[in-house]
């Protein structure tokens, strides 16, 4: 059985996404689940995200998991000092929420915009670790372009007790080794996949050890091969976990079975 550790859910404004893959979001996770992927996790990144994943967490409990949270693109549009961003209110929003939601994020810092506001991605960063300490929840972690100024944040939440999950993982050895210093998990997507990502491969077969590795589609974004190009739904996980499987040249079933216990250690105990 293969676990997606990170994707999204189509929003309404992502209608021609629909229209090109000919299904919606009940579709998606209906498909995934008849392929065999057995748990996946939704990702928020803003506060259109959490009615939508709260419908599918009842409608599919066990199944499908949620994450409450802000990416780092949101926070220039945030309005800090709004009642709704205040710390205790959005503790009070996502203990409302109610079951399966799982995690804090993601959240993080994304430098890789020449015209990204720093300063904002930090403040909103900052509120989503000590949100995740008080309700002792995992972040998922974005990093692009930054990990400088991420790898001080975390490692203070580190030594507070936080664990985290770095997605999507893009970035060199020397943080890498950073992150699984500090306890971390470090998840793989269909980036891992392409051609050209020899880095990132040697990384993940000869540095991330099984137990602190996690898989993912990202979706409906970073469809791996050989879909790439396509838009990515949960269901192609299993690329992702057949191509790293193989190259760590370790059995599917017992791949699959470790990954499994990590997704259960991360975010359900």
């Given amino acids: 059985m293969f676990v997606d550790s990170h994707f999204h859910f189509f929003t309404e404004s992502e209608e021609d996404k629909y229209e090109t893959i000919g299904k919606d979001n009940r579709q998606i996770v209906e498909d995934a689940l008849e392929a065999g992927v057995s748990k996946m996790l939704a990702v928020s990144a803003s506060y ?3 009615k939508t994943i709260r419908h599918f967490i009842e409608g599919f409990k066990g199944k499908v998991f949620g994450s409450f949270g802000f990416h780092p693109h949101e926070a220039s549009e945030i309005d800090f000092d709004s009642e709704e961003m205040q710390l205790e209110n959005l ?4 203990e409302m929420l109610g079951d399966g939601f799982v995690a804090i994020g993601e959240c993080g810092l994304d430098y890789a915009f020449p ?3 720093k300063e904002a991605q930090k403040r909103l960063f900052d509120l989503q670790v000590e949100m995740a300490l008080r309700l002792k929840k995992p972040l998922i972690i974005h990093t692009r372009e930054a990990d400088e ?3 001080p944040i975390l490692k203070k939440f580190a030594e507070k007790g936080g664990m985290a999950v770095i997605h999507c993982w893009t970035g060199d050895e020397e943080y890498v080794k950073k ?3 500090l306890g971390f ?4 997507s269909g980036i891992t996949t392409f051609k050209k990502s020899l880095d990132l491969q040697n990384q993940f077969k000869n540095i991330v050890p099984m137990d602190r590795l996690l898989v993912e589609t990202d979706a409906p974004y970073l469809a791996p091969v050989p879909v790439r190009g396509k838009v ?3 269901f192609n996980v299993k690329y992702v976990a057949e191509f790293v499987a193989n190259m760590k040249e370790i059995g599917q079933e017992e791949f699959n079975k470790q990954v499994e216990n990590n997704f259960n250690n991360l975010f359900l105990k």
């Fill in 179 to 181: 992150y699984l210093d």
């Fill in 232 to 234: 990515n739904v949960p």
């Fill in 149 to 151: 100024d991420v790898y």
């Fill in 185 to 188: 998990y470090v998840s793989c």
């Fill in 115 to 117: 015209d990204t506001d």
């Fill in 91 to 94: 503790i009070k929003h996502f």
């Fill in 48 to 50: 259109d995200d959490w």
